[in-house]
């Protein structure tokens, strides 16, 4: 399925500037030093390739379990008006992807969930983070969730 989801018409400010950056790397930090939960929930290091630039990204992220050792992500940038640039990087280049989780490197597929399969992970992930409802709440476009499983030449994840 495609990454297809358009910007929205209304929505909470898009969390941006020297602050944030600051923050996102602090959080990297922390996930890769002492891994488990953060704010609530499971962190992992989300590293796509520019879909403009070309050069890699990471980015902390919260993730749900998935079907058959997959992790969810929502690309919610705390209910923005629009999606967050990794979106686009994952949309630009699915299959050049990696997370960072449990001390361990795995590259990954990215597949943005679609129908009945996104609403039935929709309701599991509001009910592990209410937070995300309250984001879908100030904005218009539906939240990606994407699906992270990984490369067939990579063994699973630890759930």
Known sequence: MSFDTPVGTRGARQPAGRLFRWVNKLAAWRIRRKGGPMMGFNALILTTVGAKSGLERTTPVGWFPGEGGSR????????????????????????????????????VVAEQLHGVERADAWLKIIEAAPRFAQYQEKTDRQLPIIRLTPRPDQDPPRP
């Open 72 to 107: 969810l992500i929502v690309a919610s940038a705390a209910g923005a008006v629009g999606n967050p640039s990794w979106y686009h990087n994952l949309a630009a280049h699915p299959d050049r992807v990696r997370i960072e989780v449990d001390g361990r490197t795995v590259a």
